[in-house]
C-alpha cells in the first residue's frame, strides 16, 4: 500500500448489521481492500438505545475491515438515515460589507442561513450549501471574489 491517504473508508451502521469497507484510491478506481461486518446490537429502527452495545458492534466491524486490509482506520465517511433524520431547505441573506464578497460573506451567510428554529430534541448535523445568488445571477458554487451589492445563500440543513 502506498499511504493511507490513498484510503477511503465508509461505514453503515444499520439495525440489523455495521458493516466497514476499506477502498483503495488508484488510477482514479477505488478498489476493496478490506471489509467487516458485525451484527448490530445497541440499535432499534436506526435509532441508538444501547451507546455502548452500538460502539461494541462498530469496533468490531472496523476492526475486522483493518484486519482484512492490513491497515489502521483512524477516519470514516459515516451514512447516516432513518425517521429521526430529516432534511430541509433554508435561505441566508446578507448585505456585502464592500464591493467584493469575501470568505467572511459566506460564513456570515451560513450562520444566518442555521439561524432557523428547530426542536430542542434535534440538531443541525450538516449543512449542503445548494447555490449562492449575488444580485439576482443564481447558480454560484463560490461567490468570493465576485462583485455584487446583495446576496443570499440556499442551503439544505
Given amino acids: 500500500m502506498q499511504g ?36 448490530s446490537i445497541g440499535l432499534h429502527k436506526g435509532v441508538v438505545v444501547n451507546i455502548d452495545s452500538t460502539v461494541e458492534s462498530i469496533k468490531k466491524a472496523v476492526e475486522e475491515a483493518e484486519l482484512m486490509a492490513g491497515c489502521e482506520i ?21 448585505a456585502i460589507k464592500g464591493s467584493e464578497v469575501t470568505r467572511h460573506d459566506v460564513d456570515r451567510v451560513l450562520e444566518a442561513a442555521r439561524a432557523v428554529a428547530i426542536p430542542m430534541d434535534r440538531e ?3 449543512v449542503l450549501p445548494q447555490e449562492y445568488i449575488v444580485d439576482e445571477q443564481s447558480g454560484i458554487t463560490n461567490p468570493v471574489g465576485m462583485a455584487g451589492v446583495g446576496w443570499k445563500q440556499k442551503f439544505i440543513l
Fill in 74 to 94: 483512524s477516519s470514516v465517511y459515516a451514512g447516516i438515515a432513518g425517521g429521526h433524520i430529516t432534511g430541509f431547505n433554508s435561505h441566508g441573506i446578507v
Fill in 124 to 126: 443541525v448535523i450538516h
Fill in 4 to 39: 493511507q491517504d490513498k484510503l477511503l473508508v465508509g461505514l453503515d451502521v444499520g439495525t440489523t448489521k455495521i458493516c466497514a469497507v476499506v477502498g483503495e484510491v488508484s488510477g482514479g478506481e477505488i478498489n476493496i481492500i478490506g471489509v467487516g461486518t458485525h451484527p
